[in-house]
């Protein structure tokens, strides 16, 4: 049996070949202290994030893309597998997991020991620009250059990929977290209110914009206020928080600008040509490819399914993995 699985900051995909994706949930794992057991894993554990008595802690495993806590991390991958491949346990299975593709080998050693920890036969690393890229049904072998703009929940990755692998790329710490602290940031400065974690990316996901919109949405919020201590609602607008995540934005059109810099001239052609795809979670914001087709003067058009793509290109390397081996094997 073959797993995929994109092990995401924010969310984590999981991945079974002829049967697409079997299971989506945030990356999050909530743990009861008094016994040390693990109460709930994803969408349960996230719904008590910022809700918890002193006896439960909440651990979101990975930060930054890579592993934060590793016995955290195997357990997740482990609840993963199990509710996956259910009756077929008996099996080990082989996985894929998709990895930020500037992680260092000490980062990339902790995976592969929590994947095979949390019971794999085999685990195979794949770069996720080149998972992104594939997931989104580019041809990566052709010898023309594609560029792809992964924006995650703690990395952005920008990658020309030419030839079934990478010919530059730089990995930013910096993406959906650092927007949703961005968010919470301008609203204790403007409005001296304190917003949780789970506002801030509701706020993110229903009104945020990258580029200032005459028709302006509204949401109505509800924090502490920080002078008196007291409950408060207020509505913001979505142009508000265009201003407010307009840096880390800006962070990452830099990255995009400085890969561009290195990109042999050759393939800054093909990627004038084809423009450049955007993919990830990050690729949901409202009119970010125009912010960057407009800072940029490239194309850039957003793949079909953001947020699953990194998953369905472990599907497609799973499937044939004899063709693939050369451009992605890191094996252990």
Known sequence: MKIGIDLGTCNSVVFIP?????????????????????????ETAKEMLGRTPDTIRIYRPLKDGVIADFQVTQTMLK??????????????????????????????????????NAGAKAVYLAKEPILAAIGAGIPINSCSGNMIVDVGGGTSEVAVISLGGIVTCHSLRVAGDKMDLAIS???????????????????????????????DKKIEIRGRDLVLGLPRNIKVSGNEICEAISDILSEIIQVIKAVLRETPPELSADIMDKGMVLSG????????????????????????????????GTGVILENLDVYKKSIMTKK
């Open 18 to 42: 002829q049967k697409g994706v079997v299971l989506q949930e945030p990356s999050v794992v909530a743990v009861s202290l008094a016994e040390n057991k693990i109460l709930a894993v994803g």
């Open 79 to 116: 609840y993963f597998i199990d509710k996956v491949s259910g009756r077929f346990r008996f099996f080990k299975p082989e996985l894929m997991i998709g990895v930020p593709a500037g992680i260092t080998s000490t980062e990339r050693r902790a995976v592969i020991e929590a994947g095979m």
């Open 185 to 215: 940031d301008y609203m204790k400065k403007k409005y001296n209110l304190a917003i949780g974690e789970q506002t801030a990316e509701e706020i993110k996901i229903k009104i945020a914009t990258a580029l200032p919109e005459k028709e």
């Open 281 to 312: 979670g990050g690729a949901l914001l409202r009119n970010f490819a125009e912010l960057i087709t407009q800072s940029i003067g490239v194309p850039c058009t957003i793949v079909e399914e953001p947020l699953t793509c990194v998953a369905k």
